[in-house]
């Protein structure tokens, strides 16, 4: 696991390494990654039937360890049926909570990456959320762990990489989890082997 406090050296390599990723994006993957978000707001709106609070919920709750078609599929199962299942019992508890009428944000880990991806997806130009997962992290540190711990549930650690990707939005104008999705969807697609067009100068 990186450290919990990063010198200034440290910070700039992780900066940087997001920086590389984003820009080796090709013009598809900037466009996917621009438009992920938006997206995904519109999907939590549908699903719930114009109440994007509790689809944006429900969708967070679901998501760990699962992919964003299942996750999708999920909510609409638990919206729809009213109560969750086909995930654990923590997450079915929280999304169970946000259907009885509990304000996401007092169900969610808000500091955690459930609770900032509730937030992106809730309102797309909130310039405080980032969505650290996996992916997101390696992105960061520069190679891929795969099954290795990497200590996101450390507040300080989730912190520093969340402030790495507000940095490289700040010089490239962007929000943070622009930056996040872009990158997000172009590591991705280089771990499977899908070609990008090189460096956007």
């Known amino acids: 696991m990186i450290p919990t406090k990063a010198d200034d050296e440290a910070q700039a390599y992780y900066v940087r390494n997001i920086r590389s990723v984003w820009f080796m994006a090709s013009d598809i993957q900037l466009a996917t990654g621009r438009n992920w978000y938006p997206e995904a707001h519109a999907t939590a ?25 299942l996750n999708v599929e999920l909510a609409c ?21 946000i259907l009885a009428g509990e304000d996401p944000v007092d169900v969610l880990p808000m500091g955690r990456k459930t609770g900032h991806f509730y937030r992106a997806i809730l309102d797309p130009s909130d310039a405080g959320a980032v969505c650290v997962d996996r992916h997101a992290h390696d992105v960061a540190v520069g190679i891929p762990y ?13 912190d520093l990489i969340a402030d790495c990707y507000r940095e490289v939005a700040l010089q490239l104008g962007e929000l943070p989890s622009t930056v996040q999705a872009v990158t997000w969807v172009a590591w991705r697609n280089s771990l499977a082997g899908v070609g990008t067009r090189g460096s956007r100068v």
């Not at 199962?77 to 909570?97: I, V």
């Not at 099954?147 to 450390?154: A, E, F, I, V, Y």
């Open 45 to 69: 709106r549908l699903l719930a039937d114009g109440d994007v609070r509790t689809g944006a919920g429900l969708l967070a709750a679901l998501s760990p360890q699962t992919a964003w078609w």
């Open 77 to 97: 199962e638990a919206y729809e049926a009213g109560t969750a299942g086909r995930h654990t019992g923590d997450s079915c508890s929280k999304a169970n909570r």
């Open 146 to 158: 795969g099954d290795w711990p990497r200590g996101l549930s450390t507040p300080s650690r989730y």
